[in-house]
């Protein structure tokens, strides 16, 4: 039997986005490939997960109702506007499972991270790029954005800070999408999942709209903030009518005993920790962006966030070669050709603690020569 012919179309015709984070693979490398609290997992963590082990012998709360309150009081909301997440990738799964269907529309800014389009597509649903603008480092435009839009998209797509490019749309300009996505009957969706390790996110950040606005859902992870990508836990904020909707099509115990116990925990007594590795990022990037102004072929953008997005075709490289040339000197970063042409020419990497920044400069140095030139 040929089961490739037994599959829905939209699902033979896919292949999985690809990402960084591949560290795992390979010994002795700094990975810089991966967008995450520079300290690494908070200290104590280890003891958390043991002490959560011991409750093994039950199924776990199908509401993840100690974790949905400790994300509620941490963004002043009640736990009816949380919708618990195996990591914020099963709730851009989720979404499109319950609001998207064979023949939709969405609205999606180009680059930006994969798994959006993918889980468009899975539903059959029809994905409308909308090109971001090089000469401006690739920040949404969003008056050029709204004019693209009208009723016959389902949903607008968002992430702040965009990931690869590490630009924030501001909060002014966001609420007016919003608004007026809320005219058009669309509904946005807006990834936050690197918002916490800036440290003006609370200036940048719709958390506290989401009642007011029933078209609009926010997703949030632990992955990025507190270094714990192995530990797979996010979730959505949402009014309660829209979260009541993404509840009905959850996976059934989908946060496990040790998932809800440790990170309600991390959420709850911890938070101290991702404040502290935000400002380091933000001081760090900031340092890493004048040494890189030292390559003076190079075009360096300062981004919003903590990770940089950087061209490398002043210097006829592509991204697969000038990885596997600092991957030589120990240092692994992300090849973006994945995000299609002319990306393949683009690298991301993120900053991290001033010792691994220095071993990162180190290799930059080593790949290019001081003057920027392979």
Same mark, same amino acid.
């Not at 960084?20 to 963590?45: H, T």
């Not at 959006?116 to 409308?128: H, I, K, L, S, T």
């Not at 959420?267 to 920790?273: C, T, W």
């Given at each position: ?15 999985? &986005?690809?990402? +960084? ?38 199924? &776990? ?25 195996? +990591? ?7 979404? &499109? ?72 749309? &501001? ?62 836990? +996010? ?57 890189? +102004? ?81």
């Amino acid at each position: 039997m040929d089961l490739t012919k037994r599959m829905r179309q939209e699902v033979a015709r896919m292949e999985r &986005p690809q990402h +960084g984070g591949d560290g795992w693979r390979y010994s002795g490398l700094e990975d810089f490939s991966a967008n995450l609290n520079p300290f690494g997992p908070p200290p104590g963590l280890q003891e958390m997960l043991l002490a959560a082990s011991k409750q093994l012998d039950h199924y &776990p709360d199908d509401s993840s109702d100690r974790f949905r309150r400790a994300v509620a009081d941490h963004h002043s909301l009640v736990k009816e506007n949380v919708v618990p997440g195996v +990591g914020s990738s099963e709730i851009i799964r989720l979404f &499109p499972e319950v609001f998207l269907e064979r023949g939709d529309k969405v609205l999606m800014p180009r680059p930006t991270f994969g798994e959006y389009a993918f889980a468009c597509r899975f539903m059959g649903a029809e994905v409308v790029p909308f090109t971001l603008p090089e000469e401006d480092a690739f920040r949404v435009d969003v008056e050029s954005l709204l004019g693209e839009l009208d009723r016959s998209f389902k949903a607008v797509y968002l992430c702040n800070p965009n990931n690869p490019t590490g630009m924030v749309c &501001p909060r002014r300009q966001v609420l007016e999408l919003l608004q007026e996505c809320e005219r058009l009957n669309v509904i946005v969706f807006m990834d936050e999942t690197l918002l916490e390790l800036l440290p003006d996110e609370a200036k940048i950040s719709l958390s506290s709209e989401v009642e007011a606005h029933d078209n609009l859902l926010i997703i949030r992870s632990l992955t990025k903030s507190f270094a714990i990508p192995g530990l797979r836990v +996010g979730y959505g904020l949402a009014g309660k009518s829209m979260a009541a909707c993404l509840e009905r099509g959850r996976q059934t115990w989908n946060l496990g005993q040790i998932e809800q116990e440790v990170s309600a925990a991390l959420i709850s007594d911890h938070f101290h920790y991702v404040r502290k590795g935000a400002q380091v990022l933000d001081d760090e990037k900031r340092r890493v962006h004048q040494e890189l +102004g030292q390559f003076r072929s190079l075009t360096v953008h300062m981004p919003d966030g903590f990770f940089f997005f950087l061209d490398l075709r002043p210097v006829e490289m592509t991204g697969a070669g000038f990885r596997e040339r600092m991957m030589e000197q120990g240092v692994l970063v992300r090849d973006c050709r994945s995000f299609g042409p002319p990306f393949e020419s683009y690298v991301r990497f993120c900053v991290k603690t001033p010792e691994k920044d220095a071993l990162l400069l180190k290799a930059f140095r080593a790949v290019l020569g001081r003057e920027g030139r392979a």
